[in-house]
């Protein structure tokens, strides 16, 4: 056991080992692969910071993967902080450059994306199901009430635009940032392996990422619409939308539109499309506040 005192390091906690960043490598960086380069760093402010820093300096190819084992200074939405106990969690960030062929007024379906190739990968690999928040939130269920378990930004840098996720897989009860907080390992995850879930997590957006680009950016003939919809826990549900500049709109999330605006029906009969805002679930299909 390691004293109190002892200082930290890669194996003080031997629930959390450190990503074995060789084996990650072969087993995602094909010749014909998305991913053109994969880094795992100790530790760092922000993956996606790091990453869109590179983007703008120029030289940073399509597909470049950045991984830290700790993030001190991570953002989430709303300039947020997003930060976890070293290891407990996946940190990451990609960078992917849709220009060739998809229009620039499409990119913003692109943490959409990341948001449903999470879930879909993290079912499969974690055996949890993950659920959508509209516009960037993962959850999961723990003793019966949801919790965010993840969260994507998504940011134009150089030629394209830089994709992170965070992810709380093994954080235990007294490790959560909030009480509305989550992990997957507290949601019953048939593994909380890191290696496999981050495996399993860029395969699903690799595939996502190429059906969308085929389909021009169009989320609709892609099927990224239908299948963010499917997943989407906002739907269906009397929510606040918070909005910027302070004001607020509430209404039941019907839809989302091909934009990926969510589309909100007022008391007042009229669809109201919103594209940026904090959105609060208030009442789902049981009438509970969630």
Known sequence: MTPPDAPHNRWSDLDRPPLNVTALR????????????????????????????????????????????????????????????????????????????????????????????????????AGVDTALKWPNDLLVTVEGAERKAGGILGEFAGDGIVVGLGINVSLRADELPAPTAGSLALAGAVSTDRETLLRAVLRSLEHWYGEWKRAGGDAAASGLQAAYAAGCATLDRTVRAELPGGNSLVGQAVAIDGDGRLVLSTEEGLQQPVSAGDIVHLRGAAGGLT
Do not use: I, M
Not at 26 to 50: A, M, Y
Not at 72 to 86: H, I, K, N, Q, V
């Open 26 to 125: 072969r087993g995602l960086l094909r010749p014909e692969s998305l991913w053109s380069g994969l880094e795992v760093v100790e530790t760092t402010g922000s993956t996606n910071s790091d990453l869109a820093e590179r983007a703008r300096s120029g030289g940073l190819a399509e597909g470049a993967v950045l991984v830290a084992e700790e993030q001190t200074a991570g953002r989430g939405r709303l300039e947020r902080s997003w930060t976890a106990p070293p290891r407990s969690g996946l940190f990451f960030s990609v960078y992917l450059e849709p220009g060739d062929g998809v229009p620039v007024e499409r990119w913003g379906w692109v943490p959409l994306l990341a948001g449903v190739a999470a879930a879909t990968g993290l079912a499969k690999s």
